[in-house]
């Protein structure tokens, strides 16, 4: 497998050197392994906290900057990253309002995090959690007890973000991030298995001509393969999945997520086919977005998540946002 990078040793490091020639506006410490906004930290705000293993660009590097996280800590890739790297992190955005860690449900960054906040607030440090569990596909994987964490990950950061920049106490960031959770579900689907740098070869067998329905961000298998099949029968499938588990109430937000391989105009067809399904099931989308932001490096496929959301999540997710991976409003 060919691939843009010098030795995988040092695929993760290079990545960061790069984002911070990129992105000044971004303290990228590339020993440590933590990305800060740079004017971090932010007087009577609450900081936000996220990461874990590389390879699922932009998501979380990407997504530090006003309106969203205040610090990420990458590990290597689909590593956790480990507990000193979060004490860094907390300490380094904390202004006496606390911190608020968003965590995706896997075991090792469930249990580094919370080693992290134990560190951190023998620090003096206030710390809270959240803990994002938005894949309906299985229960218990290879990497987690209990759903994976995936796209909601994103409206997390995105809304806890824009409710910690405008002032917000860290119990309610911290209730609002739960809210989020509690009200977004997510399903996924492989066409192509991934490549990680250090093997150089597929991470899982996924014949010609087949697809993985409700696999994981890491390859992980989901709930069956089957010949492939069009894009309006993966919309069927996956839009069917989180509704059966979801049953909004609310107008959605609706996120057509790649998993790093697929074009752009793939996507927004999925996108079309999507918007068709949640019509027919009478379900109103209320924002969409569309594009790779939880990816699983080279792997072809998609994933759906949506979140019923009120007007008080509406006006949080078009509140103005400036990172490297999503901004708008400013």
Not at 255 to 265: D, E, I
Not at 282 to 300: C, E, F, H, I, Q
Request: a negative charge.
């Amino acid at each position: 497998m060919k691939m843009l990078i010098n030795v995988p040793e040092t695929v993760v490091a290079d990545a960061l050197r790069g984002m911070a020639a990129a992105h000044p506006e971004l303290v990228v410490d590339v020993d440590n392994r933590v990305i800060v906004r740079r004017d971090a930290p932010v007087a009577g705000k609450v900081g936000l906290v996220s990461g874990g293993g590389s390879g699922h660009e932009p998501l979380h590097g990407g997504f530090v900057g006003p309106g969203m996280l205040d610090a990420a800590c990458p590990g290597e890739i689909f590593t956790s990253p480990v507990p000193d790297q979060m004490v860094r992190a907390a300490a380094a955005v904390d202004s006496g309002e606390g911190v608020l860690f968003v965590v995706k449900n896997y075991t090792g960054d469930v249990l580094n995090f919370q080693m992290a906040a134990e560190l951190a607030e023998d620090e003096g440090v206030r710390v809270d959690s959240v803990l994002v569990n938005d894949d309906v596909a299985v229960t218990d994987s290879l990497f987690t007890a209990g759903r994976r964490g995936t796209g909601a990950t994103l409206f997390v950061e995105k809304i806890a973000g824009a409710a910690a920049e405008e002032g917000a106490p860290l119990d309610r960031v911290a209730a609002l991030a739960r809210r989020v959770v509690d009200s977004s579900r997510s399903f996924g689907v492989a066409l192509s298995p991934c490549t990680t740098p250090a093997k150089g070869g597929p991470t899982f067998d996924l014949p010609a001509g087949e697809l993985e329905l409700g696999v994981g961000i890491h390859g992980e298998p989901g709930r069956e393969r089957r010949p492939m099949m069009t894009a309006g029968e993966i919309a069927d499938y996956a839009v069917d999945a989180v509704l059966a588990d979801l049953r909004p109430r609310q107008p959605v937000l609706a996120l057509v997520n790649g998993m790093g391989g697929t074009p752009l105009a793939e996507l927004y067809g999925f996108g079309g086919e999507v918007h068709r399904v949640l019509a027919e099931r009478g379900v109103p989308v209320a924002r969409t977005l569309v594009g790779n932001y939880v990816t699983s490096l080279d792997m072809a496929g998609c994933s759906v998540t949506l979140c019923q959301a009120d007007e008080e999540l509406l006006r949080l997710w078009d509140a103005p946002v400036q990172t490297a991976g999503l901004r708008w409003g400013r």
